[in-house]
């Protein structure tokens, strides 16, 4: 039986989608700080498969080149609420200026949105990363009572930032 064939449905978005990162160190901070700028207006999402992309649709022979976006019910950018996890407390925005990926004159008129986000506490382990160490750590005894904080903090944030659905990059 061949799949392909089958009608797929795919529901529409509906309600905020939480974005949870590991780590939100460079490249986390320039994600955060550009999807923001979007939303703002500073910039266009290049790039960005979901906002600027198209789809070829049908035949070769039809011209029908829909942006990806406009084609798949996906989220809205500004229905997106954003979080994570670091071994540094440091909010997005001072993360963001240490990494020194982004100029201060880019993250300057996104500053007070990206000092609202603060990472969580992190599940840490020096015997996979020796040559890191950080102070915003999680205590914990075994994996297991990691992986259980790690699950609490998600439904926290899931209700603290009244989010429908997670998702971790």
Same mark, same amino acid.
């Given at each position: 039986?061949?799949?392909?064939?089958?009608?797929?449905?795919?529901?529409?978005?509906?309600? !905020?989608?939480?974005?949870?990162? *590991?780590?939100?160190?460079?490249?986390?901070?320039?994600? %955060?700080?550009?999807?923001?700028? $979007?939303?703002?207006?500073?910039?266009? *999402?290049?790039?960005?498969?979901?906002?600027?992309?198209?789809?070829? $649709?049908?035949?070769?022979?039809?011209?029908?080149? *829909?942006?990806?976006?406009? +084609?798949?019910?996906?989220?809205?950018?500004?229905?997106?609420?954003?979080?994570?996890?670091?071994?540094?407390?440091?909010?997005? +925005?001072?993360?963001?200026?240490?990494?020194?990926?982004?100029?201060?004159? %880019?993250?300057?008129?996104?500053?007070?949105?990206?000092?609202? $986000? %603060? *990472?969580?506490?992190?599940?840490?382990?020096?015997? +996979?990363?020796?040559?890191?160490?950080?102070?915003?750590?999680?205590?914990?005894?075994? !994996?297991?009572?990691?992986?259980?904080?790690?699950?609490?903090?998600?439904?926290?944030?899931?209700?603290?930032?009244?989010?429908?659905?997670?998702?971790?990059?």
């Amino acid at each position: 039986m061949n799949n392909l064939k089958k009608p797929v449905e795919i529901k529409s978005p509906s309600g !905020k989608l939480g974005v949870l990162l *590991p780590g939100m160190g460079a490249v986390a901070t320039t994600f %955060i700080a550009g999807v923001l700028g $979007i939303k703002r207006g500073l910039g266009l *999402p290049i790039g960005s498969l979901t906002q600027m992309a198209t789809i070829r $649709i049908g035949k070769r022979s039809l011209s029908n080149f *829909p942006k990806i976006s406009d +084609y798949v019910p996906l989220v809205k950018l500004d229905q997106l609420e954003f979080g994570g996890w670091d071994i540094f407390d440091d909010s997005c +925005y001072k993360a963001a200026l240490k990494a020194g990926v982004l100029e201060q004159t %880019i993250l300057s008129p996104l500053k007070v949105e990206l000092d609202q $986000i %603060i *990472p969580m506490k992190a599940v840490f382990d020096r015997n +996979y990363v020796k040559k890191l160490d950080g102070t915003n750590v999680k205590k914990i005894k075994t !994996k297991m009572d990691g992986a259980k904080m790690l699950m609490e903090d998600i439904e926290l944030f899931k209700d603290e930032k009244k989010v429908d659905r997670l998702v971790a990059v």
